[in-house]
Structure formats: C-alpha cells, structure tokens
C-alpha cells in the first residue's frame, strides 16, 4: 500500500511540476521574460555595440540601432514565435542606411522549430492540467493520502542533489548543448555565433538563456513547492474520510 501510495504521489508531483513550469512560462510571456529589465542588468546595449560591427551576414549597421529599437524587435520575435511563425523573415530593422531583415533563414528555420517545440510542450501542458487538479481535488478532500513526511523530503531531497550535482558535473553550456541537439533536427543549425547572428546578439545568448532558465525554474519550482506544503497542512488538519 505504501509503494502504491508513493507512487500515486510521484505521478502527481510529476504533473503537477508540468503545470507549474506551464503557468511559469506563460506569466514570463507575458511580460516579455523580463527583457527590458534584464537589457540593463547585463548591458546588452553595449553587447551589441561590440559584436553587432563583427557581423558577416551583411548586417554590419545594426549596432546603430538603439534601446527602444531593440525592445520592439524583442517583442516581435517573442509574438512571432509564439503566434505568428510565418511572421519571422518579415521582422526588420531600420537604419539611415535603409531596412533590413534581422533574421537569416537558418535563424528562421531554428525560431520555426521552436515554435513547434513550444506547441509540443503546451499539448503535454493541457493534458497534465485535468490530471494535477484531480490528484489535488482527491488529496485535498484527503480521499488520497500523502506519504509521510519523512518520505516526501527524502525523495525530494534526493532528486535535488540529483539535480545540483548533475549541473555541478556537466554544467550548463554542455546541458544547454545537450537539450539542443535532442530537441531539434539534426539538419537545422541552432547555434549560432555572434558574427553570424543578430539575433543572438540581441538575446545576449547564452547568458539571458541562463537568467530565464533560472527565472522560469524558479517561479515554477516556488509555486511547486507551496502546493505540496499547502497539502500537507491541509492533511495534518484533517481526519482521513
């Protein structure tokens, strides 16, 4: 009984991490992940001024360009891979020099990709909502029971060491590395220098990629972790029915 209930806790901790991480990503959209707070933070301005000159791909005027220039062409790759793929090759910037695309069409092809991605990932969203709030509707009414306590910060205990050794040992660029080759086709380019690539430029990849990693994991593991100890006092007040 108590493996069954372990396990029936397991595989709502496992869903209920899917929503949260859902909820985080879509609270993070809508406030375009933070960009124009993080352009100060770490002086993407400047990034751009240095490495936009360096650009091979015929788009060597883009360090003209200024702050609320960049904030606009954020937001409209942010929509555009979200909502409107189609609308990526139309995203140009503009200079005295005249009006050029931003993207290349590999970076096109890779922001196309990741829109598929995302849909993917709001398919498996939608479908572990209705089985989170079931398991925490039942676990709330106490019609399911938790497993102890001791049991419950065991197994999460361990699986954040697993975690944080896991990042200590490989690190982040060979995890990021990783993640990407797995999630897309082998035959699309997705990394991408800064001589290479306005838009990583723009992005300050991989560094803002880190920040939102942390951001996005952080509010979602919060929200995770208030549910579970909302639970468990909800239980510890409750005669089981």
């Not at 240095?50 to 790759?77: G, S």
């Amino acid at each position: 009984m108590t493996i069954v209930r372990t396990f029936v806790w397991l595989v709502m901790c496992l869903s209920l991490l899917i929503v949260t991480c859902g909820v985080s990503y879509q609270v993070n959209k809508l406030v375009q992940f933070g960009y124009p707070f993080w352009y100060e933070v770490i002086a993407i301005d400047a990034h751009i001024k240095r490495y936009a000159p360096l650009n091979k791909m015929k788009r060597k005027d883009f360090h003209l360009t200024v702050k609320h220039q960049h904030l606009a062409l954020f937001e409209q790759i942010n929509d555009a891979v979200h909502d409107q793929p189609d609308q990526l090759a139309e995203i140009r910037y503009t200079t005295n020099s005249g009006s050029k695309p931003l993207l290349t069409d590999s970076e096109v092809t890779h922001l196309r990709d990741v829109h598929l991605l995302l849909r993917d990932f709001n398919v498996l969203w939608w479908l572990s909502t209705p089985v989170t709030f079931i398991l925490l509707f039942l676990y709330w009414r106490s019609r399911l029971r938790l497993p102890s306590v001791l049991m419950q910060r065991g197994i999460g205990l361990a699986a954040g060491l697993a975690f944080v050794v896991s990042y200590l040992v490989v690190g982040f660029d060979a995890l990021y590395t990783e993640f990407h080759q797995r999630a897309f086709p082998v035959q699309h380019q997705w990394y991408f220098e800064y001589y290479e690539s306005l838009m990583t430029t723009l992005l300050k990849a991989p560094d803002l990629f880190a920040i939102w990693a942390l951001q996005i994991g952080g509010f979602a593991l919060l929200t995770f972790v208030a549910v579970l100890v909302g639970l468990q006092r909800r239980q510890s007040r409750m005669v089981p029915l």
